[in-house]
């Protein structure tokens, strides 16, 4: 009997390890640690994405997100990134961005669009900003973002 227990104890356990990502992909991430970026003049305050979980969630579920905030996806390890929409509710610009600060690549991406959209190079990051930010302030592929975080 005790080895049963056992095995039902650890299958309800991985039960609430699902139901626990099933609900936290229900509830926005508005809690992440965050990092000052500037672009020329323009600040950004980014959260920032690091571990798995928190990429995969990234900005699902924001019904809004203020002019000057983004969200900071950080990988271990340069590739190719590539971001779909399918539970987000915000159009979004995505800034693949060299270790540098040099952004590669843009791509406007559209509310809950499975489409991919990806780094034309290997990059460890990605910046997230309301779509149109970048080119309001003039930011195309070459530009620099500067912060902590980016190697000079």
């Known amino acids: 009997m005790p080895a049963l227990l056992r095995q039902i104890t650890a299958l ?30 323009f600040r950004i305050d980014a959260q920032v994405a690091s571990s798995p979980v928190e990429r995969q969630i990234g900005l699902m579920q924001r019904p ?10 950080v990988f271990e390890r340069p ?4 971001f779909w929409m399918k539970d987000t509710q ?6 693949f961005i060299a270790d540098d600060g040099t952004i590669v690549n843009l791509a406007d991406m559209q509310p809950r669009d499975e489409n991919s959209h990806c780094s034309r190079v290997p990059v460890r990051f990605v910046l997230e900003m309301n779509q149109g930010w970048f080119a309001s302030k003039g930011l195309k592929a070459g530009s620099q973002i500067k912060g902590t975080v980016f190697s000079r």
């Not at 309800?12 to 640690?33: E, M, R, S, V, Y």
């Not at 590739?79 to 590539?82: A, E, H, K, R």
């Not at 915000?90 to 800034?95: E, G, I, R, Y």
């Open 12 to 41: 309800l356990g991985l039960t609430a390890c699902f139901a626990g990502t099933a609900l936290a992909q229900q509830i926005p991430q508005l809690n992440l640690p965050r990092v000052e970026l500037r672009a020329g003049m």
């Open 64 to 73: 809004a997100m203020p002019s000057h905030e983004g969200m900071l996806f």
């Open 79 to 82: 590739g190719v990134q590539c």
């Open 90 to 95: 915000l159009p979004l610009t995505a800034a």
